[in-house]
């Protein structure tokens, strides 16, 4: 698993592409989910997002 620091160094205009059709409110909430990812963090992103569309963003993220 990586480290919360390192999932979105060097992803940051990634994830901007991949979540285009994110709310902002969504977008920023996502991103902190990311700055701090843990295995909270990941249910709290399929939570907000729903199954398919959080794996959608990690897969494009190239985190899953």
Sequence with gaps: MRKPEDVLRGRKALLERAAADLAPGQLE???????????????????????ERARRLLRDLGIA
């Design 29 to 51: 909430r996502v991103r902190l989910l990311l700055e701090r990812w843990d295995e909270s963090a990941r249910r709290e992103l399929f939570e907000l997002l729903g199954e």
